[in-house]
Structure formats: structure tokens, C-alpha cells
């Protein structure tokens, strides 16, 4: 088994849950008692928020470089960066280091194609909802067609992922919120919604709406074990 590399912290909250998927997943595979052979860098979310608010992407990208260079340094055999946002320094990452990144937003891809499905709701972090880097990956390389919330929807699911879900706060009234923004989707034509922030599936799951989630934070982790297994 290749030895998964994990970059976490962003935040804590769903790097927990990579680091148990990844090991539930293993042990069904490999029975007994296997677990993934693993390491793990975790940053400060604090530090590489505020890069993000103030929109210092290069210090952030290097921020992230570091984190890569620890990885394969600490013998990781590939990267998962646990988080959707930062894929927008996939290439600055790639470019520190010889082992390969596996993304998030192609496994999302192949899964919701797997599922025969075309036109595709994502929600997430004002930055994965608006800038080419996750959107735009999934249209021009996958022929996926992405819908988003309005201006306003967009702002509230923003704003429920950093000011409560980050912080392990799981609100009856978000929850709403985002079930309302949802069906707006699906009204829309959304066949299927991308939980596109790795603590969106906290605070959803399937059997909420009429249309599959995509939970990028399972879909990911599981197909580092696929990866990892993968000879």
C-alpha cells in the first residue's frame, strides 16, 4: 500500500474525517486490522485564512508549497489536500515536488459522470463557487455543466462555512438555509449537488433533498485508498 500524505487543518473539523474514511475504507478493503499507511501535515486555518481574506494567494501558495515539500519529505508516496479552496495552488503545489496530487475536483468529476449526470449544483466557498480553479476544472475537463447559487445564496453559504462550520458549529437554522438554496438548484436543474467544502457534509446528507450529494470530503478520501491500493 503507497503511503497516503494528507496536508489538513482546513479545518481540523473535516481533516478528522479524511483521516477516518481513509482508514474505515482501508480496513473494508484489507480486512483484519489494516489501516492506511499515512502522514499528515496540518497548518494553523487562522494563518491561511486571513491569506485568504486579504487575497495574498502568492504567500498562501507558498504556505502550501511548504506543506507539499514536508509531505514527500516524510515519505509520502502522493498528496490529498483536504480542503476544496486550496486546490486553487494545486499547480504551485505540484510544482515543489515529484510526488503526484491527487485533486479533488477530477475524483468528484469521475463520480458524478459515473452517475450518468450532467448538470451539476456546487456549493462551497465564495472562491470554489465564482473562480475558474474548481468551476472551471470540472466544465472545460470534464464537460460538466455548473450551476451556483444567486449573489445572495452564495454569500450565505459562505459565510455558514467560516463563521460555524469550521468551528464545529452545526445550526437547525443553516441547515434551512442551505436546503432552501438547494431546491432553488434543483429547480433550476441541478440533477445532483457537489458539497464542495470539505465541512459542508456536517451539516448535510443525503436523504435531505430529491437529488444525490456529492460529498467531496468521502469521494476524496475514498479514492486516496483506491490510489493507495492501486498498484
Known sequence: MKIIGLIGGMSWESSIEYYRIINEVTKERLGGLHSAKSVMV???FAEI?????????QQAGQAMAA??????????DFMVLCT???HK???EMQAAVQI???HIADATAERIKANGIKTIGLLGTRFTMEQDFYKGRLEDRFGLNVLIPDEVGRGVVHGVIYNELVKGVIRDESKRQYIRIIEELIQ????GIILGCTEIGLL?????????FFDTTRIHAEAAVEFALND
Open 42 to 44: 496540518s497548518v494553523d
Open 49 to 57: 485564512e486571513e491569506m485568504q481574506m486579504r487575497g495574498d494567494w
Open 67 to 76: 506543506a507539499a515539500k514536508s509531505l514527500e519529505n516524510g515519505g509520502a
Open 84 to 86: 476544496n479552496t486550496m
Open 89 to 91: 495552488l494545486a499547480d
Open 100 to 102: 503526484p496530487m491527487l
Open 188 to 191: 433550476a436543474g441541478s440533477q
Open 204 to 212: 448535510v446528507q443525503d436523504g435531505d433533498c430529491e437529488v444525490p
